[in-house]
């Protein structure tokens, strides 16, 4: 069984920073692949950032350059640094891992930006 905790999110004015952490437990590795996805009022889920535990990252291209996807693989949390926030980012921000061919997801952290 894989639980998935999110945390972190808020209100920010634009331009501003947020840090998102979704602490994992159960069968999670080092290698694990962990994802973030974001889900704004009606909008489809999205894929936001994706790391592969051997530091393969990859990131949907409205957030290159400001997002970050990180892992403390001894903490088994992933963290999603947000940075020069848009009121378009804001969404509820979902972690996501894909083990054995079950989804997990975590319940959400909602962030909102303000203009």
């Known amino acids: 069984q894989v639980q998935l905790e999110e945390s972190g999110g808020g209100l920010v004015q634009a331009g501003g920073s947020l840090r998102l952490s979704c602490a994992a437990s159960?069968?999670?590795?080092?290698?694990?692949?962990m994802d973030w996805y974001r889900q704004a009022p009606g909008n489809q889920r999205e894929l936001v950032a994706s790391?592969?535990?051997?530091?393969?990252?990859n990131y949907a291209d409205s957030v290159k350059g400001r997002f970050t996807i990180s892992r403390d693989s001894a903490k088994n949390t992933v963290y999603l640094q947000m940075n020069s926030l848009k009121p378009e980012d804001t969404a509820v921000y979902y972690c996501?891992?894909?083990?054995?061919?079950?989804?997990?997801w975590g319940k959400g952290t909602l962030v909102t930006v303000s203009s």
């Open positions: 159960g069968r999670i590795f080092w290698f694990t692949a």
């Open positions: 996501h891992t894909l083990i054995g061919g079950v989804h997990y």
């Open positions: 790391g592969a535990g051997g530091g393969n990252t």
